[in-house]
Nanobody
């Protein structure tokens, strides 16, 4: 059974930090790129970040560039999203997803497997 389990969400004040984890199982982790998306109430799902499985190449959305950092631990089948300098507009449910493709990281239609999401709330 394929599983992607997000953890590490919570409530934090403006300027604070959180580290999200995406623990995966049930598929060959090394064959998949992993992306993070988020969705705030009333808004479309937005691509946040992604990391390639082949060479570790990373992608960041404009809204998080310079504040978020993605990494992967292939031995642990886990991807992390370090989020710093958090803003109220970062408040959303954050999802991780897996794709076997080497392109289209910003397109949620590219992704084959999804987690259930973890809530991040940034309060002022």
């Amino acid at each position: 059974e394929v599983q992607l389990v997000e953890s590490g969400g919570g409530r934090v004040q403006v300027g604070g930090s959180l580290r999200l984890s995406c623990a995966t199982s049930g598929f060959t982790f090394d064959d998949y790129a992993i992306g993070w998306f988020r969705q705030a109430p009333g808004k479309e799902r937005e691509g946040v970040s992604a990391i390639n499985n082949r060479d570790g190449r990373t992608y960041y959305g404009d809204a998080v560039q310079g504040r978020f950092s993605i990494s992967r631990d292939n031995a642990a089948n886990t991807v992390y999203l370090q989020m710093n300098s958090l803003k109220p507009e970062d408040t959303a449910v954050y999802y991780c997803a897996a794709t076997p493709l080497d392109y289209g990281f910003t397109n949620d239609q590219t992704y084959r497997y999804w987690g259930q999401g973890t809530q991040v709330t940034v309060s002022s």
